[in-house]
């Protein structure tokens, strides 16, 4: 899912999407493409929309990372479900997964667990607290 405004980080989102921002030395969706590549799951479908162009020029076809990446375009930001009912009609599970969350879950426990489960779907989240150490 890469095809948000990133609103609430504008002006860095300005000239680029959200998932475009560096983190490090790379782009976080680079770092998301490579988790999952790595991992054994090359084959990517990244929902765009906001500043399309600067996603796919920099991905391409995913070759350069070892991945198979194709393009669903919003004409409009759907959202998350909006998008997934753009997704041509896949065989087997998928994981859904937005451009811009660092994350080192581990797909293949991951697919292990929803496969046992025997569900629908599965969603995988993980707990944070920030204290803030000023006051509110």
């Known amino acids: 899912m890469a095809g948000g ?6 002006p860095l989102t300005e000239k680029l999407p959200k998932p475009m921002l560096q ?5 976080m969706l680079q770092g998301v493409i490579e988790g999952l590549v790595g991992q054994g799951f090359p084959d990517i479908i990244l929902a765009v929309h906001y500043k399309a162009k600067l996603i796919e020029g920099y991905f391409g076809d995913g070759s350069q990372f070892n991945a198979n990446i194709k ?17 041509p009609t896949l065989k087997g599970s998928v994981i859904v997964a937005n451009a811009d969350i660092i994350t080192d879950v581990d797909y293949n ?10 569900t629908l779907a599965t ?3 993980a707990l944070h607290q920030y204290q803030v150490p000023f006051g509110v």
């Open 5 to 10: 405004r990133g609103m609430r980080l504008h």
């Open 23 to 27: 983190v490090g030395t790379k782009p």
């Open 71 to 87: 393009y669903i375009h919003e004409k409009k930001p759907l959202g998350t479900a909006g998008a997934l009912r753009l997704l």
């Open 109 to 118: 426990d991951l697919m292990r667990f929803h496969n046992d489960s025997g």
């Open 123 to 125: 969603i995988c989240l």
